[in-house]
């Protein structure tokens, strides 16, 4: 295994029928190690995070298959996210300890909140580190997206209330559509998503 760049002087001799010699020479330079290459060069994957009245549930996260190889044939480890160096060398190995270690990093309560509200979506940006068996490097960026799903029931917090409109034909139609317009008066909370109309903060407040 060469690492290093290396010039090596490579000399000819040669003799003819008289006798006569002559010799030359010429450097020959090795090329230096090149580092490990990742295909694709991005890693991705996917996963989801459910809201449920219990707390939060995380599904394993899923990535999309990549394969990573060496321009000079040396051994290549895969480092990053703390997995242990015994799986360094073995791709497979050390993706299956990924996928059993990986949760959503970084997460706050708004930024759930958030992508309930909004329907969209979160993602999670990493690396690791790709080293062959002469120290060159290469970084890999790792992007995992996180779908979030709201399956929080809505609270009712004040029930809608009965109203007496008399048929005298002075507003009551006017009354009873505003009635049913605002939900007979009812109030709902709901921790991560609006509720026909949304109040500052995290929580939903509508009618």
């Known amino acids: 295994m060469q690492c290093d760049a290396v010039a090596d002087v490579v000399i000819g ?6 006798g006569l010699e002559g010799f030359g020479f010429a450097a020959v330079k090795i090329p230096s190690n090149q580092p ?13 995070v459910v809201l449920t009245p219990t707390g939060l549930v995380r599904t394993p996260v899923v990535f999309q298959p990549i394969s990573i190889s060496d321009p000079d044939g040396d051994l290549v480890y895969i480092e990053g996210y703390g997995i242990p160096p015994t799986y360094a060398a073995n791709l497979s190995a050390f993706l299956a300890s990924l996928v059993a270690m990986y949760t ?11 992508a ?15 080293r ?16 979030v799903e ?17 048929r005298d034909e002075k507003g009551n139609v006017e009354e009873f559509q505003s009635w049913l317009e605002g939900h007979g008066g009812a109030w709902a909370f709901d921790a991560y998503y609006e509720i ?7 929580g939903g407040l509508g009618r």
């Open 13 to 18: 001799w040669a003799k003819d029928a008289k």
């Open 196 to 202: 026909d109309e949304y109040m500052p903060g995290c």
């Open 150 to 166: 709201d399956k929080i029931l809505p609270k009712i917090d004040t029930p809608a209330r009965d109203k007496v409109v008399e």
């Open 116 to 130: 309930v509200r909004t329907k969209d979506v979160l993602q999670d940006r990493f690396s690791l580190t790709l």
């Open 104 to 114: 959503p990093g970084g997460l706050t309560e708004e930024d759930l909140c958030a």
């Open 36 to 48: 490990p290459q990742a295909f694709p060069k991005e890693l991705q994957g996917e996963t989801k």
């Open 132 to 147: 062959d068996a002469c120290g060159a490097i290469t970084e890999v960026p790792v992007v995992v997206t996180i779908n």
